[in-house]
């Protein structure tokens, strides 16, 4: 049985730093790649970040490049998601999602998912 357990989030200013961890079961990073989305109150689910272990591809949404970094650990079963210059639009409920197609130009979903329950991320102005 695939499982996705986030940890990481927390209270951070504005400009701080938070590293989001994403422990896997059930399946190999070589099979699947994993991806962050996050979702504010009142807004749509949005993709962050998704790694691919089998070929390396990684990709950013625009919103977030360049401050994010996303990682994996296969020895750990655990991707991360390192998270730089946060601003208060970053505030959302951050969640992993596996398997998803990721590339360096792209990710794009697939019908069955599995997500994990989600970690907050609040970052104050």
């Known amino acids: 049985e695939v499982q996705l357990v986030e940890s990481g989030g927390g209270l951070v200013q504005a400009g701080g730093s938070l590293r989001l961890s994403c422990a896997a079961s059930?399946?190999?990073?070589?099979?699947?790649?994993v991806g962050w989305f996050r979702q504010a109150p009142g807004k749509e689910r949005e993709g962050v970040s998704c790694?691919?272990?089998?070929?390396?591809?990684?990709y950013y949404a625009d919103s977030v490049k360049g401050r994010f970094t996303i990682s994996s650990d296969n020895a750990k079963y655990t991707v991360y998601l390192q998270m730089d210059s946060l601003k208060p639009e970053d505030t959302a409920v951050y969640y992993c999602?596996?398997?998803?197609?990721?590339?360096?130009?792209?990710?794009?979903?697939?019908?069955?998912?599995?997500w994990g329950q989600g970690t907050q991320v609040t970052v104050s102005s």
């Open positions: 059930g399946f190999s990073f070589d099979d699947y790649a």
């Open positions: 790694i691919s272990s089998s070929d390396g591809s990684t």
């Open positions: 999602v596996t398997p998803i197609f990721c590339s360096g130009l792209g990710f794009a979903r697939y019908e069955d998912e599995y």
